[in-house]
Nanobody
Framework: QVQLVESGGGLVQAGGSLRLSCAAS????????MGWFRQAPGKEREFVAA????????RLANSVKGRFTISRDNAKNTVYLQMNSVKPEDTAVYYC???????????????WGQGTQVTVSS
């Protein structure tokens, strides 16, 4: 079992920056791929970013490439999402998830956090 707790969400102006954190506990953090997803009201949950077990490989959604960065610190059991140049369309609840595969498909991830709200004002 893996427990995930997101933090760092809030209100930010368009063009600003925000860093989300996801702290993990339970099974060995370094055994799992980690991903970030988001869900806006009335929309399906969508992939944002993912990172492999050691942080050496990442994947980003086209909509956030060049603006967001995913990283992890296995010594701290934490994965981060650095969000720069944010846009109003980035407004959503952001979730971190862990799984055994680096994939963009939410259903493949085994464990999920409770989510943190990010609101970008124009």
């Amino acid at each position: 079992q893996v427990q995930l707790v997101e933090s760092g969400g809030g209100l930010v102006q368009a063009g600003g920056s925000l860093r989300l954190s996801c702290a993990a506990s339970g099974r060995v953090f370094g055994d799992y791929y980690m991903g970030w997803f988001r869900q806006a009201p009335g929309k399906e949950r969508e992939f944002v970013a993912a990172v492999n077990e050691n942080g050496g490989f990442t994947r980003l959604a086209n909509s956030v490439k060049g603006r967001f960065t995913i990283s992890r610190d296995n010594a701290k059991n934490t994965v981060y999402l650095q969000m720069n140049s944010v846009k109003p369309e980035d407004t959503a609840v952001y979730y971190c998830a862990s799984g055994r595969f680096l994939t963009t498909t939410p259903a493949v991830y085994s464990y999920w956090g409770q989510g943190t709200q990010v609101t970008v004002s124009s």
